[in-house]
């Protein structure tokens, strides 16, 4: 029977892929990809040769039916993002959704993502998080760090490097300049970096060396 496999896919080291995610990619009989370009570096290096459709956040409402009836038709797809798992602040949601309404199987497999790793390495408590995504970058932003400002749980946030700085800033104007907190940089790839230390200094240090790359923000919560 087909279905819809959502399948996380390494978030920099090609090797961080499981053996199941490739033998799933190789049987299937379609590839949905956030970017065909970026999967083909993927593919090409696993030598799998399934045929490959863009599906991204500009296409997803277009294009959602369209690959629903595809399954129903006996075809099973593998949805993968850039990077890490579909549906964790990349498209996914409303293609599982979708298939989830018209009584299509999901399985998801286990794998790769920024923001467990991150999380471990930043040494702060692990027990209970929340994951807040990418804060807005105009609209909304104020209100939504407001209302985390008594949140007691260690915070998760993707940040882009030309904001990280502000981003940085903001929240200590927020929740106090003191506040620990923990940037990890280019997760499993050659330049990884992970720098620990209170939002002001972290601040401070990256005014001085502009960051590049995916970063993952972690910071304590409210004791």
Same mark, same amino acid.
Not at 9 to 18: E, Q, R, S
Not at 106 to 135: H, I, K, Q, Y
């Given at each position: 029977?087909?279905?819809?496999?959502?399948?996380?896919?390494?978030?920099?080291?090609?090797?961080? /892929?499981?053996?199941?995610a490739?033998?799933?990619?190789?049987s299937a009989?379609? /590839?949905?990809?956030?970017d065909?370009?970026?999967?083909?570096?993927?593919?090409?290096?696993y030598? /799998?040769?399934?045929?490959?459709l863009s599906h991204?956040?500009?296409?997803?409402?277009?294009t959602?039916?369209?690959?629903?009836?595809?399954?129903?038709?006996?075809t099973?797809?593998?949805?993968?993002s850039?990077a890490?798992?579909p549906g /964790?602040?990349d498209?996914?949601?409303l293609?599982?959704?979708t298939?989830i309404?018209?009584?299509i199987?999901v399985e998801?497999?286990p794998?790769?993502?920024?923001?467990?790793?991150a999380?471990?390495?930043?040494?702060l408590?692990?027990?209970r998080f929340?994951?807040?995504?990418?804060l807005?970058?105009?609209?909304?932003?104020?209100?939504?760090?407001?209302?985390?400002?008594?949140?007691?749980?260690?915070m998760?946030?993707?940040?882009?490097?030309?904001r990280?700085?502000?981003t940085?800033?903001?929240l200590a104007?927020?929740f106090?300049?003191g506040?620990?907190?923990s940037v990890?940089?280019e997760?499993?790839k050659i330049?990884?970096?992970n720098?620990r230390?209170?939002?002001?200094?972290l601040?401070?240090?990256?005014r001085d060396h502009?960051?590049?790359?995916e970063?993952v923000?972690?910071?304590?919560?409210?004791?």
């Amino acid at each position: 029977m087909s279905k819809l496999f959502v399948v996380p896919t390494p978030i920099g080291n090609l090797k961080d /892929i499981t053996y199941r995610a490739v033998e799933v990619l190789v049987s299937a009989g379609l /590839i949905l990809a956030e970017d065909t370009r970026q999967a083909g570096k993927l593919l090409s290096h696993y030598k /799998i040769n399934t045929p490959v459709l863009s599906h991204h956040m500009f296409n997803e409402h277009r294009t959602v039916e369209a690959i629903c009836a595809r399954i129903l038709s006996g075809t099973t797809i593998a949805l993968i993002s850039d990077a890490g798992t579909p549906g /964790i602040s990349d498209p996914g949601f409303l293609l599982v959704r979708t298939c989830i309404e018209k009584g299509i199987e999901v399985e998801t497999l286990p794998g790769a993502s920024a923001l467990l790793p991150a999380l471990v390495n930043s040494g702060l408590p692990c027990e209970r998080f929340c994951f807040e995504g990418f804060l807005p970058p105009k609209k909304g932003r104020n209100k939504r760090i407001n209302s985390l400002a008594d949140e007691t749980r260690t915070m998760i946030f993707y940040e882009s490097p030309f904001r990280l700085v502000r981003t940085l800033e903001d929240l200590a104007a927020c929740f106090g300049a003191g506040r620990e907190a923990s940037v990890s940089r280019e997760l499993t790839k050659i330049y990884e970096v992970n720098i620990r230390g209170t939002l002001e200094t972290l601040a401070g240090h990256f005014r001085d060396h502009a960051p590049k790359g995916e970063i993952v923000l972690i910071v304590a919560g409210k004791k």
